[in-house]
């Protein structure tokens, strides 16, 4: 078992910044990719950034530029550095470790953390 907990979470006011942690714990073996989602109530969770094992990252439209996402092994955490923060930013944000498993892979999902955007 693999346990995700989030944190780095809050209110800012648009413009603003904000970095958010994901540590993992527990039975980690090999990772496929760190990815961040963000889900909005009455909206599909959706993709923010993701970060693969290689190294290479990608990034929805709507955050390119702005957004950069990182990891460091060591401590077994992603990071999600938000800035220029904007009130369409406001979610819940989830980040979501996928990992090998046999042939296949296996995901697991931290608690979310609310990220509000607003004057």
């Known amino acids: 078992q693999v346990q995700l907990v989030e944190s780095g979470g809050g209110l800012v006011q648009p413009g603003g910044s904000l970095r958010l942690s994901c540590t993992a714990s527990?039975?980690?073996?090999?990772?496929?990719?760190m990815v961040w989602y963000r889900q909005v109530p009455g909206k599909e969770r959706e993709l923010v950034a993701g970060?693969?094992?290689?190294?290479?990252?990608n990034y929805a439209d709507s955050v390119k530029g702005r957004f950069t996402i990182s990891r460091d092994n060591a401590k077994n955490t992603v990071y999600l550095q938000m800035n220029s923060l904007k009130p369409d930013d406001t979610a819940v944000y989830y980040c979501?470790?996928?990992?090998?498993?046999?042939?296949?892979?296996?995901?697991?999902w931290g608690q979310g953390t609310q990220v509000t955007v607003s004057p």
């Open positions: 979501n470790w996928n990992l090998h498993y046999g042939s296949g892979f296996i995901d697991y």
């Open positions: 527990g039975s980690i073996f090999s990772i496929n990719a």
């Open positions: 970060i693969h094992s290689s190294g290479s990252t």
